[in-house]
Nanobody, 122 residues
Framework: QVQLVESGGGLVQAGGSLRLSCAAS????????MGWFRQAPGKEREFVAG???????YYADSVKGRFTISRDNAKNTVYLEMDSLKLEDTAVYSC????????????????WGRGTQVTVSS
């Protein structure tokens, strides 16, 4: 089965930048859709960004223009570049993998990493 491990989280000041990485195992990475989700204390998990196996990119309205998702199939890694960070971006960020043509809802993603904490300070 696919295993996903996130890294790159930490503490950053508002307005700063951070890049998250998600390393995947297995040979099916290149044919998988990948997504980033986040969950803040007391709130439900929400979709942040997704990238299809063919490179199509999708973003939540709250992060459009600030976050960029990308993937490097040769390294089995997906990235989330976060710029102009805001206090409300504070959350645990998780990456997930799904088979194509299932949509971008969290219920469509079969494999999940354990998450990495991102804290934005004033």
């Amino acid at each position: 089965q696919v295993q996903l491990v996130e890294s790159g989280g930490g503490l950053v000041q508002a307005g700063g930048s951070l890049r998250l990485s998600c390393a995947a195992s297995g040979r099916t990475f290149s044919s998988s859709n990948m997504g980033w989700f986040r969950q803040a204390p007391g709130k439900e998990r929400e979709f942040v960004a997704g990238i299809s196996w063919s490179g199509g990119k999708y973003y939540a309205d709250s992060v459009k223009g600030r976050f960029t998702i990308s993937r490097d199939n040769a390294k089995n890694t997906v990235y989330l570049e976060m710029d102009s960070l805001k206090l409300e971006d504070t959350a645990v960020y998780s990456c997930a993998a799904s088979k194509p043509n299932r949509g971008w809802s969290w219920v469509s993603f079969e494999y999940w990493g354990r998450g990495t904490q991102v804290t934005v300070s004033s």
